[in-house]
């Protein structure tokens, strides 16, 4: 009588029955997303006596509930005084709290304030934002703090920054703070912005493991070179977002400010989870256009995907686009897109829902399609991402 022989494929199947683990099944998720609703939340009807709201961010706090700020200036220029303007959504973006204002320049300060980042820290539930002030006038510009435990409702007074050591200002974002999910770091708060001045411009990140108490400068991407005369072609990092990975590493996507290589997105890595940034990561992928200014960017880990928004056109800030990595930002293709809005687009951000699983927020600047480049309101475009696990 033969022997009964079982492949090794079957084998491995039933042992891990019996085990109780079930073999892995190979794919992964791709999406087909639509926009299924737009909502206005700033105008020149509704900002609080501004003439222009602009640099929109906005954070999940917490309970999940979404909370936006964006500048309200005066006279519509970067050096403007300002409002710090607030609204907030319980039903995840669908309708928003009036317009608050979390704080505003005195009219004898020398310049304004500039947007900015904002964190929620979800083990403490606090959120922050920290922002940046005169830094179009003043020889010496300063970085502040303000935050809130109460989701936004109510917010404590400005404590300034000492973190410019070495650079002239540290201008955060505009976006997002993260807070460090996976090792290295666990728990670390991040906030990511640029040095301000094209001269002696560069990536440069501020981090705290206390929980905000104190923060130290990390993760520096000078300009190279680095505090010399504008020469254009040259690599000046300039706004940024940055996002945590499943292992740990940290992905920026970095405003192109003088068109090294092409004009097109920046895009690079810290391997080490938030102390350098990897020179040999550096890429400039000519699949993702862009006029130079700052852009979204997300990673939603239960679909291993990066989400990316940004005016998607070299030649003008045009074309709102929200462009999809599947493998976490190495490649971008020209396929993997979805036009947002294809006139006047200004600078986005964008969030996940969480109380609505595949659904994902953008923040933006919008002008009408006769406007040229100028951009007159902030909407919050909900998109579906429709979300399908495909096999290999």
Not at 173 to 191: A, N, S
Request: glycine content about 8%; overall charge negative.
């Amino acid at each position: 009588m033969q022997p009964i022989r079982f492949s090794t494929a079957l084998v491995l199947v039933t042992i891990s029955i019996f085990a109780g683990i079930a073999p892995p099944v190979q794919g992964r998720y791709v999406i087909d997303p639509v926009v299924e609703e737009e909502i206005e939340v700033w105008s020149d009807a509704n900002s609080i006596e501004s003439v222009d709201s602009r640099v929109p961010i906005i954070v999940p706090s917490s309970t999940g509930k979404l909370v936006a700020l964006s500048e309200g200036r005066r006279d519509g220029s970067d050096s403007s005084l300002k409002f710090l303007l607030i609204r907030r959504s319980g039903d995840n973006g669908l309708t928003w709290n009036p317009t608050d204002v979390v704080l505003e320049d005195p009219m004898d300060s020398p310049g304004g304030l500039n947007l900015g980042a904002i964190l929620t820290d979800y083990t403490t539930g606090k959120m922050m934002v920290v922002y940046s002030h005169c830094a179009h006038n003043c020889e010496i510009p300063k970085s502040y703090l303000v935050e809130s435990s109460d989701e936004g409702e109510t917010w404590g007074d400005p404590v300034e920054l000492n973190v410019t050591q070495g650079i002239r200002q540290f201008s955060p974002g505009p976006g997002y703070g993260i807070q460090k999910v996976h090792e290295p770091y666990k728990g670390r708060l991040i906030f990511c912005g640029h040095g301000g001045t094209i001269s002696a411009d560069g990536v440069f990140c501020i981090c705290s493991d206390d929980h905000g108490k104190t923060w130290k400068r990390h993760i520096d991407l000078p300009s190279i070179p680095f505090n010399h005369t504008y020469i254009e072609g040259e690599l000046a990092p300039d706004e940024n977002q940055v996002v945590e990975l499943k292992n740990g590493s940290l992905l920026f996507t970095i405003r192109n400010q003088l068109y090294y290589e092409t004009r097109a997105r920046i895009f690079a890595l810290s391997k080490d989870g938030g102390e350098t940034i990897d020179l040999t990561s550096i890429q400039v992928p000519e699949t993702m256009p862009d006029s130079a200014e700052a852009s979204g960017m997300i990673y939603l880990e239960k679909y291993d995907l990066v989400l990316h928004s940004n005016a998607f056109y070299s030649a003008a800030r045009m074309n709102m686009t929200l462009s999809w990595s599947y493998d976490e930002g190495a490649t971008w293709s020209w396929s993997d897109h979805l036009q947002i809005w294809p006139g006047p687009s200004g600078y986005s951000c964008l969030t996940p829902i969480p109380n609505r699983p595949g659904y994902v927020g953008l923040l933006f600047e919008k002008g009408p399609l006769d406007g040229k480049e100028s951009t007159k309101f902030v909407t919050f475009t909900i998109i579906n991402l429709r979300p399908k696990w495909q096999k290999d």
